[in-house]
C-alpha cells in the first residue's frame, strides 16, 4: 500500500493515468501498481508484482508514465520491483 503521505500524489498519477488507456489496461498493468517513496531528485518510485509486470510497464508505458509524472511535476520516474510485500 501506498504511503500515506503519498496517496495524493500517486491519486493524481492514477487519475492522468486512467483517462489515456483503456479500462481494462489501467486495471491491469496500472491498479497493481504501488508508490513507494519519492527520491531526490523527483524521482517517483514504483512498485511491481513482478519482474514481468515492471518490464512490461516499462516497455509499454514508459512514455506514458513520463507525461504522467511531469503532469503532476515530478520529472522522472523509476520502476522498481519487490517480492515481498509492501
Same mark, same amino acid.
Given at each position: /500500500?501506498?504511503? *500515506? /503521505? #503519498?496517496?495524493?500524489?500517486?491519486? %493524481? =498519477?492514477? &487519475?492522468? #493515468?486512467? !483517462?489515456?488507456?483503456?479500462? *481494462?489496461?489501467?486495471?491491469?498493468?496500472?491498479?497493481? =501498481? @504501488?508508490?513507494? &517513496?519519492?527520491?531526490?531528485? %523527483?524521482? =517517483?518510485?514504483?512498485? &511491481?508484482?513482478? !519482474?514481468?509486470?515492471?518490464?512490461? @510497464?516499462?516497455?509499454?508505458?514508459?512514455?506514458?508514465? !513520463?507525461? *504522467?509524472?511531469? *503532469?503532476?511535476?515530478?520529472?522522472?520516474?523509476? =520502476?522498481?520491483?519487490?517480492? /515481498?510485500?509492501?
Amino acid at each position: /500500500e501506498t504511503p *500515506a /503521505e #503519498l496517496q495524493p500524489l500517486w491519486r %493524481d =498519477l492514477l &487519475a492522468y #493515468l486512467e !483517462t489515456r488507456v483503456r479500462p *481494462a489496461s489501467f486495471q491491469a498493468w496500472f491498479e497493481p =501498481l @504501488v508508490l513507494v &517513496a519519492v527520491e531526490e531528485p %523527483d524521482i =517517483l518510485c514504483l512498485w &511491481a508484482p513482478n !519482474t514481468a509486470h515492471a518490464d512490461w @510497464v516499462e516497455e509499454c508505458y514508459d512514455r506514458l508514465l !513520463t507525461q *504522467a509524472c511531469q *503532469a503532476v511535476g515530478y520529472s522522472s520516474y523509476r =520502476l522498481t520491483v519487490h517480492n /515481498e510485500e509492501v
